[in-house]
């Protein structure tokens, strides 16, 4: 196995692409879902103006949430574990210290 400057392998990282792929979907998904039930009952300006704020809250949530770059895998990966976004076990294949690493901060 062949490991970059940041000892992520072209494997891994193939690996961690795939699965925060996935769970960005799921949780955009869910965001669309959640919105379109709101805007369906909105009878207020103001209620539009809640929709906008949830939009913006969860924008920088997400955008600080999946941080794609090679340091911060390990806690973005963690992060999504402690949500139960994804498992553990859809990790196999890194490295078995980079696992034993996002297991323990998941668990803090």
């Excluded at 879902?33 to 809250?57: G, Y």
């Amino acid at each position: 196995m062949t490991f970059t400057p940041t000892g992520w392998s072209p494997e891994e990282k193939q690996i961690v692409d795939e699965i925060l792929q996935r769970a960005y979907q799921q949780e955009i998904s869910l965001v669309i879902n959640h919105v379109r039930q709101t805007v369906i009952n909105l009878t207020q300006i103001d209620e539009l103006w809640q929709v906008h704020d949830f939009l913006s809250a969860k924008r920088y949530d997400l955008d600080g949430k999946y941080d794609t770059r090679e340091s911060m895998l390990v806690f973005t990966l963690a992060q999504l574990v402690k949500e139960n976004s994804i498992k553990l076990q859809d990790l196999d294949g890194l490295e078995k210290d980079k696992l034993a690493k996002i297991s323990s901060l998941a668990k803090v």
